[in-house]
């Protein structure tokens, strides 16, 4: 009712179609999609029903859409914001609409703010929390690296 056609929702369950450069309807975004998708939307929106605020667990989706470049106002989770420090949405609840609101708005309205947080989440995603990243710490704390 706030973005009419502004917003998309895009993935399984959505009515929007995405088509590849062949025309070949794409049921999910991923790899060079994925990317194209983020680098052509100003602000998306993530949550996911499993998150507590004061719990560490979020799913890869903030360090997807950050390190591919992309703007995504996530939930307040304690853990993402002890590893990544602030990022949109940090304030934010689910279920506090108004919040969400407020978020989307300030980052539609200032591309400048935008770019910033989005290039500091990239470069934090990218040096300190991609799958090899992980991988090598895992390795250190078992004793293997």
């Known amino acids: 009712?706030?973005?009419?056609?502004?917003?998309?929702?895009i993935g399984p369950g959505s009515s929007q179609t995405v088509t590849n450069d062949q025309g070949v309807e794409l049921d999910r975004l991923r790899g060079h999609?994925?990317?194209r998708f983020y680098a052509s939307v100003p602000?998306?929106?993530?949550?996911?029903?499993?998150?507590r605020r004061d719990g560490y667990y979020t799913s890869d989706r903030p360090y997807e859409c950050y390190g591919r470049g992309g703007l995504l106002i996530h939930p307040g989770v304690y853990g993402l914001v002890e590893a990544i420090g602030d990022y949109p949405g940090h304030d934010w609840r689910v279920g506090d609409w108004d919040t969400l609101k407020f978020e989307i708005d300030r980052y539609?309205?200032?591309p400048i703010?935008?770019?910033?947080?989005?290039?500091?989440?990239a470069a934090e995603v990218r040096?300190?929390?991609t799958y090899t990243?992980?991988?090598?710490?895992m390795l250190?704390?078992?004793?293997?690296?």
């Open 1 to 9: 009712a706030n973005y009419g056609d502004r917003f998309i929702h």
């Open 33 to 35: 999609w994925l990317n």
């Open 43 to 51: 602000v998306t929106v993530g949550d996911s029903c499993l998150l």
């Open 108 to 110: 539609l309205a200032d």
């Open 113 to 121: 703010m935008r770019d910033v947080a989005r290039q500091r989440l």
């Open 127 to 129: 040096a300190n929390h």
């Open 133 to 137: 990243v992980r991988v090598r710490q």
């Open 140 to 145: 250190d704390v078992i004793g293997i690296a």
